[in-house]
């Protein structure tokens, strides 16, 4: 009986499934974007879907065939005369809710190929929404020899002390149930209905808080694909000329007289970066693992802080505020041993106004700063050695 009735089962579940994907792709909004951004991966949790081509965070993001974020495709094996860099990151180095063509990756290359023509530069954004220090410590240790960096950069953004869970190679089982999952989630439109469907069922009959989290971020998840053609048409995406401030008008600015110095006990990154909390040891042991991998000469490494100053709202200036004390700190623990360079001090230059989203999701203007304070960095400290190696 059961011979019979296990086959039966499968073929009638096979055909109730592709029904539903039928139902499904029939339905489909194009306003409510491509589905299968994300791919399962059973070390990292998830990456990026090679070949996706949709709408993320209300602009058009087209993920090329090696997995990142790309309008071109790449070979593995570098050409004759390439310096390649991978900057890796999370999602202020990916890009979220800006264009690709004003990514700060993808602007630090722009200014590389004009000021070393002769040179053929490759500026790959591995940069991933969702990850951080540990992550990206993995996908080096995956990426690295497949594609023979010249140089890699680190992107760091002060979520990025969160959740540097150890990560440990995950038995077949899992490996299995990653690489189908993986599968349904590039191919079928429905795919998320069932998770949905999972969550819901386990949460109703276990009440587990986690479940509700879970479908909370799978709802906004669903949102960040959405076509939302304003976003891209934005004023805020334009390169545009802005105003720029002197040394001397920096350093003669004052925010509110009155205000005193830094209240000490606002949760500012030195706090952070002096706890001695299982989280900060969890990131710590990422940033070190990265440092040896640059002193072993395995790769040339450095990081790049994406922070900025808070803004003086009523005189449309960024102010210090404790934000370059902050920022030293940090450069003295990422910097034992490891070039550094930071957008934090460069933002003081500017307006708020010009500069959409400095502190977090950078867009435009926002992220040339970053790109020209990453150029001007590996100009003065960095390249010129590797350049001359290779001639």
């Known amino acids: 009986m059961i011979v019979v009735a296990l086959p039966a089962m499968i073929v009638a579940t096979v055909v109730a499934m592709a029904a539903v994907e039928v139902w499904v792709r029939w339905r489909w909004d194009d306003r409510n974007g491509r589905p299968g951004f994300y791919v399962s991966d059973p070390l990292l949790g998830q990456r990026l879907s090679p070949g996706y081509d949709g709408w993320f965070a209300g ?23 390439t310096f390649r860099i991978l900057v890796l990151g999370d999602s202020v180095t990916f890009g979220h809710g ?33 990850y ?37 190679e995950p038995t077949v089982f899992p490996r299995i149930r990653s690489r189908v999952q993986a599968v349904m989630q590039r191919h079928l439109y429905s795919y998320e209905i069932y998770k949905r469907a ?11 808080a986690a479940d509700r989290r879970r479908l909370e971020s799978l709802r906004d998840d669903e949102q960040l694909l959405v076509r939302a053609e304003p976003a891209a048409s934005s004023p805020d995406q334009q390169l ?3 105003d720029y401030f002197d040394d001397e008008a920096v350093n003669g ?27 900060m040891t969890a990131w710590r042991r990422s940033v070190e693992a990265l440092q040896q991998l640059h002193r072993d000469g395995r790769y040339r490494l450095m990081f790049f802080i994406n922070m900025a100053p808070q803004p003086c709202v009523d005189k449309d200036r960024f102010h210090d505020n404790g934000a370059i004390e902050d920022d030293e700190a940090l450069q003295a623990v990422l910097g034992k041993g490891v070039p550094v360079a930071s957008s934090t001090r460069a933002y003081l230059h500017y307006r708020p106004s010009q500069m959409p989203g400095a502190a977090g999701h950078s867009v435009g203007n926002a992220n040339r700063v970053k790109a020209d304070v990453l150029f001007d960095f590996l100009r003065t400290h960095v390249l010129p050695p590797l350049l001359t190696n290779r001639s």
């Open 253 to 279: 600015f004052v925010c509110n007289p009155d205000a005193g110095p830094p209240d000490p006990h606002r949760d500012r990154l030195l706090t952070q970066l002096s706890a001695d909390s299982a989280e």
């Open 198 to 208: 999972l969550l819901t069922l386990r949460w109703r009959l276990m009440t587990d």
């Open 132 to 168: 951080n220090t540990a992550t990206e410590l993995h996908q080096l240790r995956e990426w690295g020899p497949r594609a023979a960096p010249d140089l890699v950069v680190v992107g760091f953004y002060p979520n990025d002390f969160s959740a540097n869970d150890d990560i440990t």
């Open 59 to 81: 602009v058009p993001v087209r993920i090329n065939s090696l997995g990142f974020r790309d309008t071109r495709e790449y070979t593995l094996d570098k050409p004759p005369g």
């Open 240 to 242: 545009t000329d802005v």
């Open 98 to 130: 800006t264009l690709s063509e004003t990514t700060y990756p993808y602007l630090l290359e722009q200014r590389l190929r004009g000021w070393r023509p002769d040179v053929t530069w490759e500026v790959w954004n591995l940069g991933v929404p969702g």
